[in-house]
């Protein structure tokens, strides 16, 4: 990616970066994080059992449960008794709304969900 990126200038001969597609950047991040956590700790697996969170759903007609989204996170860290769901986005700005002094609300929710979700499902397996 580093090499497709960068190119030289005609009239000075120098070497520049061309901006670099956020979807790009967003992926090489998450497989950056993904791989830091694999070589870097041995407690935890990273996507043992994929990066699926369930709904809790129980009570919701089978016809309704076709109509929700599936809940995939970035990156889960999973041990005997813990697991850890991380969101990793990259923006260029990190922070957002009108006065771009706000996180980006979708990705809080985003979380939130996830964080619901996975709370739901061990307290009703308990």
Known sequence: MINEQLFVQENSG?????????AKMGKL?????IEFYRREQNHY?????GRGVNWMDS???ECHRSKLPRMEADVILESANRRIIMDAKFYKESLGGRNGGKL???????L??????????VVSAS
């Open 112 to 121: 939130l969900a996830y964080l619901r979700n996975r709370e739901a499902t």
């Open 29 to 33: 991040y998450e497989d950056f994080i």
């Open 59 to 61: 009570g919701t007609l």
């Open 14 to 22: 120098k070497a520049k970066f061309k901006d670099i597609d956020e």
């Open 45 to 49: 697996q990273v996507n043992r059992n």
């Open 104 to 110: 980006h609300s979708e990705n809080l929710y985003q």
